[in-house]
């Protein structure tokens, strides 16, 4: 049981270029997020999904977008990476939704130059 | 929607006295506060939860006291040690449903001094 996995660890982007962060869970979670985290700023939720093929907005969405084809995958785009993105990015999943425990994965540290 | 507010963002207490951090939140549906701790270069970890039901959860050195008329809650951790350095969140969720999760406060560097 790897519990939640996040592939690359990190990567540099030149702007205007485009990447996918990968992100799967193995718990048979219906709900996955993922949050942006920058220094001393907590973290932001940017989009999140209740259930295969469902996905929602959150606090900071714009310039990323999501899928959710699988109960295990929710990989998250990025179309034109722009440098407010450098950020450490991270996904999660939780059986139910606000009223449960929250299982992270490592990261992935994007720099964006 | 919901807003938490985590104080003090940096703590630094001398190895083995103890620590407090207080966090507030402004959704009186808001029914469910965990607190994770985050190491560095990893993800958050949970380490201790209570629900509203409960005024506090002890578990070892780690408690959570949760004042829902003031819509206050706290993490103490006793006999503070090196490993419990590291930045530790609160976060509020609803159990009516809450669907987008958690909403997090900014975080506490936590330093334990030797």
């Known amino acids: 049981n790897a519990g939640v996995t996040q592939t690359p660890k990190f990567r540099i982007l030149k702007i205007g270029q485009s990447m996918t962060l990968q992100c799967t869970q193995d718990m048979n979670h219906n709900y996955m997020y993922w949050y942006r985290q920058d220094p001393g700023m907590g973290l932001k939720l940017i989009y999140y999904?209740?259930?295969?093929?469902?996905?929602d907005k959150g606090e900071v969405p714009n310039g990323y977008n999501v899928s959710r084809s699988t109960t295990e995958d929710f990989p998250l785009r990025l179309e034109l990476a722009a440098p407010s993105q450098t950020s450490v990015y991270f996904c999660?999943?939780?059986?139910?939704?606000?009223?449960?425990?929250?299982?992270f994965g490592p990261g992935t540290r994007l720099l964006v130059l | 929607g919901e807003n938490v507010e985590q104080h003090p963002s940096t703590l630094s207490v001398q190895e083995g006295d103890s620590a407090v951090i207080k966090c507030t939140y402004s959704d009186s549906a808001s029914n469910y506060f965990p607190w994770y701790k985050q190491e560095l270069g990893k993800g958050p970890q949970l380490i201790i939860d209570i629900r509203s039901n409960v005024g506090e959860k002890k578990d070892q050195r780690i408690a959570v006291t949760l004042n829902k008329t003031a819509k206050h809650f706290s993490l103490h951790i006793t006999e503070t040690q090196p490993e419990d350095s590291a930045v530790y969140f609160c976060a509020a969720g609803d159990s009516g449903g809450g669907a987008d999760g958690l909403t997090f406060g900014k975080g506490t560097h936590l330093i334990i001094q030797p």
């Open positions: 999660a999943s939780s059986y139910r939704g606000g009223r449960e425990t929250q299982y």
């Open positions: 999904s209740v259930g295969a093929g469902i996905t």
